[in-house]
């Protein structure tokens, strides 16, 4: 399969952009609307990435929606009358001025240029797409969303394995990770490694100030014509990491950062050197690049949420990686959550990842590229290649100054010392959970940060409550009475399965606020002859970990 080469990026023409929104909005051009028009057949296989039923029916419609999503989405080059007629207020030649189109066949080469119009068997000049604009809705807090985002077209649309500068539209990771984020209003929020400004956008409607940054000048382009006809403000700058933001800090910082691990070679292209994942570093450095820095960046109260995948050399220990990165912060007196979602062994990941950029097993380039990615792990002893979330907050009572270049930093042992040392917890999570998880994770870190400073007596003075949402969960061998298995099941969040003792269990059912837990503890302790003091070194470490995960309730 060929490499696409992505054209030069659209153009912010505030007039155009103007009658460019006006016409998708007359057009009707939104997520409900395409999936009307495609039904569930096309629309199931569009989402397996096979365009041929959704091409099919598109093309026997007329409606400017179809027009729209044919052009722009699956890449199809369509007679200029269809076009025109979709496009009244901006035409077909205000399209090609913002450099959403040609008006000739795209020719290949350092850049996806314009060449001269050929006329179609019908006499009709056929107008080539030069990138992907597809609806995007969503819902939040503030209510429904209805964006239009720009990206480069995708390899479906192409056909073509993607260029190391491909700018990504909205894919499974960005949803993923703007489901995480917190949506309670706050002040300022950096998007790092914006790309075509996805998570910078959800952010601006709850935020008073967005900067989003990117390596990349072309993802930079598509996030400022993206915020422009979405009508939204965003502070977009270029740079590697957090330089463009030095001296700068955020109440939500919040990436997913291109961490994709990628063998390097002299010939970045030939590996597979993709900018838009994996930031040209070797095995999974640039994660630890910017942890070390990211906690001076924080504000008081302030959360950074990430994806990230980490190299596992030890399966005993497969945090190893992450924990190293995040010394810095919790020696920065920041909390740190990492969840590990799935696995992958080397070569699961290496076909992920080539497939992911467009090249598949019968591409000559396939085993090569394979052949690269296992020798790299292999160089590094890694097993396996962890992949989750990294939550960071610092709370609100941690000291830390505002970071800048002329300060002392941490490392030079210099700064304040934090009020206390950071938590760290980390965990396998395998399920997605329900609904958002943004809340919960919050209310998680949170109750990490209270915890850390709440005494054992404290604790059991305290009135707890089992969250509404946990049930209790018997096995029993048929016939008998007593289980041989008790879990307590939550229904929100990450839906999870803690096993319990009949203690844990009755201990629990009884945290209805009424009692302080100490009380609780004694009533069953005195109910089922079991020795207090023994009863509370048990329970006391369970009832935490049940705080955290939002099964009880402080
Ligand atoms: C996986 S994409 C994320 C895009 C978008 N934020 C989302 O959630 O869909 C990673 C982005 O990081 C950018 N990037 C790569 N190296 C970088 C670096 N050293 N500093 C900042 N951004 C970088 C890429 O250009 C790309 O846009």
């Not at 006499?123 to 604009?133: C, I, K, M, Q, T």
């Not at 300022?188 to 952010?203: E, F, S, T």
């Amino acid at each position: 399969m060929p490499t696409h080469t992505p054209p030069a990026p659209p153009r912010v023409l505030p007039a155009l952009i103007t009658a460019l929104r006006a016409d998708l909005t007359a057009a009707r051009f939104t997520s409900g609307r395409i999936e009307e028009l495609l039904g569930e057949v096309a629309l199931g296989a569009l989402r397996r990435e096979n365009p041929v039923p959704a091409r099919r029916i598109l093309a026997t419609s007329t409606d400017p929606a179809a027009v729209l999503a044919q052009l722009f989405t699956l890449g199809v080059a369509l007679p200029r009358p269809a076009v025109e007629a979709a496009l009244p207020q901006l035409s077909v030649d205000g399209a090609a001025q913002l450099g959403l189109v040609c008006l000739g066949p795209i020719s290949e080469g350092t850049g996806s240029t314009c060449t001269s119009p050929i006329p179609g068997a019908d006499g009709n000049l056929l107008v080539h797409p030069l990138l992907d604009l597809s609806p995007y809705s969503a819902t939040d807090d503030a209510g429904e969303i209805t964006w239009w985002i720009a990206s480069d077209l995708s390899e479906l649309a192409t056909g073509a394995a993607l260029h190391p500068e491909h700018v990504l539209g909205v894919g499974g990771a960005s949803l993923t990770l703007a489901r995480l984020t917190p949506r309670t209003p706050t002040g300022r929020v950096l998007d790092l490694g914006c790309g075509g400004g996805i998570q910078a956008l959800h952010a601006s409607r709850h935020a008073e100030h967005v900067t989003a940054t990117d390596l990349s000048e072309r993802a930079l382009a598509d996030a400022a014509f993206t915020a422009a006809l979405n009508g939204i403000d965003l502070d977009l700058r270029r740079g590697s990491l957090l330089e463009p933001v030095a001296g700068e800090r955020f109440d939500l910082i919040v990436s997913n950062p291109p961490f994709v691990i990628t063998p390097r070679t002299a010939d970045e292209d030939a590996s597979g050197g993709w900018t838009y994942r994996d930031g040209g570093r070797a095995g999974d450095t640039l994660l630890a690049e910017l942890l070390q820095d990211l906690p001076g960046h924080l504000a008081p109260g302030g959360r950074a949420v990430m994806l990230g995948n980490w190299e596992i050399t030890d399966v005993e220990d497969p945090f190893a990686h992450p924990t190293a990165w995040l010394q810095h912060a919790l020696a920065d007196g920041v909390d740190a959550w990492v969840i590990q979602r799935e696995s992958e062994d080397p070569a699961q990941y290496a076909e992920t990842w080539a497939r992911d950029g467009g090249i598949t097993d019968r591409d000559p380039r396939w085993a090569e590229l394979i052949t690269a990615w296992l020798e790299d792990f292999a160089a590094r002893n890694v097993t396996r290649i962890g992949f989750g979330y990294l939550l960071l907050h610092r709370p609100e009572d941690s000291q830390s100054p505002t970071p800048s270049a002329a300060q002392p930093t941490a490392r030079s042992g210099a700064r304040p010392a934090p009020a206390r040392r950071g938590v760290l917890r980390t965990e396998v999570v395998p399920g997605t959970g329900s609904g958002t998880l943004a809340t919960h994770l919050a209310a998680g870190q949170d109750m990490i940060a209270r915890l850390a400073t709440l005494s054992d007596e404290e604790l059991l003075a305290s009135r707890l409550i089992r969250a509404e949402d946990v049930v209790e969960r018997r096995h029993l061998t048929p016939g008998q009475f007593d289980p041989m298995l008790i879990e307590l099941v939550q229904g929100a969040g990450f839906a999870r399965t803690v096993p319990a003792d009949q203690l844990l269990a009755a201990t629990v059912g009884a945290l209805d606020g009424t009692l302080t837990l100490g009380q609780v503890i004694g009533a069953v302790c005195a109910l089922t002859d079991a020795d207090a003091d023994a009863a509370q070194a048990q329970l006391l470490p369970q009832i935490r970990e049940l705080l955290i995960t939002g099964m009880v309730t402080l």
